[in-house]
């Protein structure tokens, strides 16, 4: 099945970088602000979803699906268009331009990807720069040797069965929510593997961009 891109009015802090993410099947969703990513990327998306207050004066083609939302509302547009991909069926999900900016929003968009309902899909933010993505049973991180893997318990202690590619491997340990021991780890091969016990990790995969 095809992937469903999420444009989000965040950072995008290399766009060659995140250009290097995109396939050309790939399902375009631009939520709200997020369309400004997909358009300078020369992308056209397939739906805008949001209140359309960031938007500003772009002429989209009469194409593109524009699904507005009252600006009193619940959900921001990064949950809206969450949930859009969901309804069609998405198991693969990427979110661009989700991380930077306002602190508050990226927290919230960290929360988001945290709901159970996303167990079984993979999804995940990425920048080309930085991977951000939570995992509940195992995870493997893809990228060149001496990059940076940060391993962070969300919501509570994490039980490591076993990590394997890293420098600092981890066996049978927990990793607990009040310390920063997982933080800046490295990997020592092109793949790596992390497999989890119990709880919720949050992994922050940083690429070395030096000569892109």
Known sequence: ???AIIFVNGELPNLDAARTLLRDDDYIIAADGGTRHALALGLVPSVVIGDLDSLGAVNLPASVDVIQYPADKDETDLELALLHARERGFDEILLIGALGGRLDQT????????????????VRMDDGVEQVFFARKQAQIQGRIGEIVSLIPWRGDVAIANTEGLRWSLQNEILYAHQTRGISNELTAENAHVEIDDGLLLIIHTRDLTGF
Not at 107 to 122: A, C, E, F, R, T
């Open 1 to 3: 099945m095809k992937r």
């Open 107 to 122: 927290l919230g968009n960290l929360s988001l990807l945290s709901d159970p309902i996303w167990d079984g899909v993979d």
